[in-house]
């Protein structure tokens, strides 16, 4: 059987990839060529390209029936997979024939890619590093599924009016989606609301049913995922919510039209939109129903599979792990317990045994914030029976802490699942933890602080559960697919194989740091990408930047604890020393944003505002301007990014330390030939440990100080006060320098650097602006930053997601790759 469909297997020449392209166009796109639009086109080159993953898929499903290889579910409410097409064909090995194939048909493969909405199913770093990790874990060969939402509207897009961001709807599936295949079989039945109630079994046991208020259904659409050059296909398999039965034929019936459409309705909702929150929960009953919805589909199709392949439940932890991307699917341990004790009737200890097998989970976050915790009220009105198993999970574990150590009530408080402090909440990160074999953090210091802080008690009662596996991004899409000189360049001195082996491979261009030919083909590469960069913001926005001045970038969400606006200080700074005639030793910048704010963000907002307000007061005013420049590049996503990373000279990493728990934008400037200006914080150091301290700019306070500085008490007022330059940058701002003269748009945003400044942004405020000095310098030395900027590159091999997915599978998984 599996031969046979190998030999259906579409063919890759020149000549294969037209026909065929030209078969989708007539077959699939159904249009005269000669009416064809340019999307009608990259649907034909969609379809044809997928054809050609879908052989592998049906072999991958094959060999991982043949070798009862274990599989990984990774379970993520987010995805940011970024656009398929460009990173399917270099994954397929075929980028040669389809741009002759295109060529020959008079198409423009550039554009046709262009044409791709994004599929914005995520955030920011926590939904691409899933889309990463699916990249890698089928590069190399690792059973695995992607279980997440389909949303129906994504983040959503940004634009900037008057210096403002504003929000528009992400409707990326109107155009149709040529990656999905949608599987109406696979489907379950989720349950929410309404009640639970007591039984005896016919052994006479005591036994548990939920009698929900409501069912909807979750239909899986699955989208390949290809690896690279290796003939292996994952899935990412995303559940869309439906209705059970479209329409409620009673009240129908009674002429109740609306009523019986209105359940429909309902039920579509849970899939309908992602929560725009980075690294903040709002709590909301949506969400909760949200999060409950894809793991149980996820787990009811991993039972599914389970007995296709002819397994047991005993046998459940060696042949799927589930890996909690953060919190929010962590119902998932409540819901595993429940399949089991309830619906399989498995004994209590042993679904326990079975569960925390099962189950690791990653934290991606120390904010308090950002810990999800739901208060009771609402976990009982949604998922009565889960909150029962949660109270069962707690006590059981508690009496084991109350053994252990015998009166310490504190220790029992602060471990419980349920805070009881003031409304009572079930905090998701105890239950994920307790119901869990293994807790990793995602860069060293930030597993540290876990350890030391978060989920200290934890720790010490189970220290062999904790792990660290530092973040990683994936060469193929950060460096090969959009940064294809650098890739060329690189892949012309040391070969090809450091595409899939980067730890291994890419440190060998250390000896040609020193090369001066060599030298002068890396500045030609970063000069043209820059070029590129500044005519793509030319011709959509109409700004103007010089591609010869240095290009210092931050993109990445907006927030305070990662410090736009300690960035835009430093900005205001050179602006004030350039209307003060103090410009020797300012290098012409080019100073670039891009990032979405939480739309509930008022603060984050202003940051936009504020990096606007300063951009424009520039371009309007020449004697400035021949120096510095300040875009806000609006729409920040994976596309976007394409274009940005790898024009960088200067990468923007100043988050405070203790905060930012790993970064993986960090990792895709270094890796594209930026150097960092960077705190200490998250995978920066070890960053800087791999590339060395002389090729990183570091500066302010590490974790330990700013821990410091706060319990003694932190007086920002102090700090501006004595401090003449940083008073002169402020009250720049105060005195409406950037806004036409109103002196009251930025006080919200000065009144908290001044009142608290609780991301100590002043203080770190002299130190930055040093360092920049530093930088500046460094940067008027041509030869000495093309070197630094060579072994930064070659010394960042540690950060593929590659690295990352193989600690994952020694350490956690206990799972083979290839
Ligand atoms: C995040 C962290 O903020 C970020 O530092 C990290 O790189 C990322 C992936 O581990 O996860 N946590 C949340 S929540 N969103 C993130 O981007």
């Keep these: 059987m599996s031969t046979d469909v190998m030999h259906i297997g579409p063919g890759n020449s020149v000549a294969e990839l037209k026909e065929s392209i030209l078969g989708h166009f007539c077959f699939d796109v159904g249009k005269s060529p000669e009416y064809a639009t340019l999307h009608d086109w990259y649907m034909a080159v969609a379809y044809s390209v997928r054809e050609r993953m879908m052989e592998h898929w049906v072999s991958s499903l094959e060999r991982i029936r043949d070798k009862h290889q274990k599989i990984v579910g990774y379970l993520s409410a987010e995805f940011l997979m970024g656009p398929h097409l460009g990173n399917a064909i270099i994954n397929l090995g075929i980028e040669q024939q389809i741009k002759e194939a295109a060529e020959q048909l008079n198409i423009n493969l550039d554009e046709i890619l262009q044409q791709e909405e994004e599929p914005g199913l995520g955030n920011g770093g926590l939904g691409r590093l899933a889309a990463c990790y699916l990249d890698s874990l089928t590069t190399l060969k690792v059973p695995a599924i992607g279980y997440g939402i389909r949303y ?29 295949i949608v599987k109406p079989e696979l489907n379950y039945g989720v349950k929410l609301g309404g009640k639970t109630q007591g039984y005896t079994d016919e052994k006479g046991g005591y036994r548990v049913k939920w009698i929900p208020e409501y069912e909807i259904r979750g239909v899986a659409y699955d989208t390949p995922v290809p690896g690279y050059k290796n003939e292996t296909i994952n899935l990412l398999r995303l559940w869309k919510s439906e209705a059970t039965e479209s329409f409620d034929f009673q009240a129908f019936d009674k002429g109740d039209y609306y009523g019986a459409v ?135 574990f508690l009496s084991d802490i109350r053994n252990k150590y015998p009166g310490d009530d504190d220790r029992i408080r602060r471990m419980s699942i349920i805070d009881e402090q003031g409304s009572k909440y079930v905090r998701m990160a105890h239950l994920a933890t307790i119901g869990s074999h293994a807790v990793n953090g995602v860069s ?62 890419l440190i060998n261009l250390q000896s040609f740091a020193d090369d001066l030919s060599f030298q002068q083909a890396w500045r030609d590469v970063k000069k043209q990408n820059k070029t590129d960069l500044a005519h793509l913001l030319k011709q959509r926005f ?246 630094m900027s060579i072994l930064n590159v070659a010394r960042m091999g540690k950060f593929s997601s590659d690295r990352s997915i193989r600690d994952y599978c020694e350490n956690i998984w206990h799972v083979t790759p290839g």
């Excluded at 509207?153 to 599936?173: A, N, S, Y």
């Excluded at 904790?466 to 994936?474: A, E, M, R, S």
């Excluded at 424009?616 to 996503?637: G, L, S």
């Design 152 to 180: 129906e509207f994504g983040i959503f897009d940004q634009m900037i009016r008057d210096g403002w961001q504003v929000e528009i709807t992400d409707k990326w599936l109107r155009n149709g989606n040529p990656w999905e």
């Design 262 to 396: 209105h359940e429909k309705v309902f039920s579509e909702t849970i899939s309908k939109v992602l929560y725009p929150n980075d690294v903040s929960e709002a709590g909301k009953k949506l969400r909760l129903s949200q999060q409950y919805f894809f793991v149980s589909c996820s787990l009811q199709d991993a039972l599914r599979i389970l007995e296709l392949r002819g397994l047991s439940l005993d046998d459940l932890p060696d042949a799927v792990t589930f890996q909690l991307n953060d919190t929010h699917p962590s119902i998932a341990i409540a819901e595993l317990m429940r399949l089991l004790v309830d619906e399989y009737m498995v004994d209590w200890d042993k679904a326990w045994e079975c569960t925390r097998k099962t189950f690791a989970y990653t934290n991606h976050t120390l904010l308090p914030e950002a810990l999800e915790k739901w208060s009771l009220p609402l976990f009982a009105h949604i998922l009565p029976r889960h909150l029962e198993i949660i109270y069962e999970i707690n006590s059981r």
């Design 444 to 505: 060293a210091l930030h597993t540290e602080l876990l350890k030391q802080d978060v989920l200290h008690d934890f720790y010490e009662l189970q220290p062999d559960a904790f792990f660290n596996v530092t973040n990683g991004v994936t060469p193929r899409r950060w460096i090969k697919l959009y940064n294809p000189r650098l890739a060329s360049l690189i892949s012309d001195r040391i070969g090809e194989r450091w595409i899939t082996h980067l730890e291994t491979d």
């Design 542 to 787: 109409g700004m103007n930047i010089n591609p010869d001045s240095l290009f210092d970038i931050q993109v990445k969400r907006i927030h305070e604890y990662k410090r736009q606006h300690l960035n835009a200080l430093h900005i205001i700074h050179l602006y004030n020393r350039i209307k003060q005639k103090r410009t020797d030793g300012i290098t012409p910048r080019t100073f670039i944003f891009g990032g979405k704010a939480a739309p509930a963000y008022y603060l984050a907002k202003l940051i936009i505002k504020l990096i606007n307000a300063i951009g424009e007061t520039i371009d309007n005013d020449p004697e400035v301007n021949q120096f510095i420049r300040v875009v806000f590049f609006p729409d920040f996503n994976v596309k976007n990014g394409a274009h940005v990373y790898k024009a960088a000279d200067l990468s923007e990493q100043i988050s405070t330390a203790g905060k930012e728990a790993s970064g993986t934008g960090n990792m895709k400037f270094s890796m594209n030939g930026a150097l960092t200006i960077g705190t200490y914080d998250g995978a920066n150091i070890e960053i800087m440990e791999c590339v060395g301290e002389d090729n990183f700019f570091l500066f302010g306070l590490d974790a330990a100080e700013v821990k410091a500085i706060k319990q003694n008490g932190y007086h920002p007022y102090d700090v501006y006060n004595n401090n003449n330059d940083l008073k002169e940058v402020i009250d720049l701002i105060q005195s409406g320098a950037f806004s036409k003269g109103d002196t009251n748009i930025f006080k919200p945003l000065i009144n908290s650097l001044l009142g608290d400044d609780p991301y100590l942004v002043l203080q770190d405020y002299q130190a930055y602006v040093d360092c920049q000095q530093r930088v500046s310098a460094a940067y008027n030395n041509e030869q000495a930053w093309t070197k």
